[in-house]
């Protein structure tokens, strides 16, 4: 069975840094686009980045420039290193793998930014 688990989430001071992982088990996901989501309360979950198997990323505009996301195909991870969190980033962040023919996510890891 495929699965995703994140982790590294939690709380942080405004302007501080997290680095979220993701690690995939029960397939190899090399060759597929792997992003990370979020969701805060009474918000529509939003794309945050996305990564390819050939290394290509995208962001969302309010996070360019603060956010990184890359991948160990070794390790079956994903990561999205955060800098200059802000209060807005606050949100359960999920760990996504589209095929082509499936849509997978990890259970989520919360995000907390506040002094």
């Known amino acids: 069975q495929v699965q995703l688990v994140e982790s590294g989430g939690g709380l942080v001071q405004p302007g501080g840094s997290l680095r979220l992982s993701c690690a995939a088990s029960?397939?190899?996901?090399?060759?597929?686009?792997m992003g990370w989501y979020r969701q805060s309360p009474g918000k529509q979950r939003e794309r945050v980045a996305l990564?390819?198997?050939?290394?290509?990323?995208n962001y969302v505009d309010s996070v360019k420039g603060r956010f990184t996301i890359s991948r160990d195909n070794a390790k079956n991870t994903v990561y999205l290193q955060m800098t200059n969190l802000k209060s807005e980033d606050t949100a359960v962040y999920y760990c996504?793998?589209?095929?082509?023919?499936?849509?997978?996510w990890g259970q989520g890891t919360q995000v907390t930014v506040s002094s």
């Open positions: 990564v390819t198997g050939g290394d290509k990323t």
């Open positions: 996504n793998v589209q095929t082509g023919v499936a849509n997978y």
């Open positions: 029960g397939s190899a996901f090399g060759i597929y686009t």
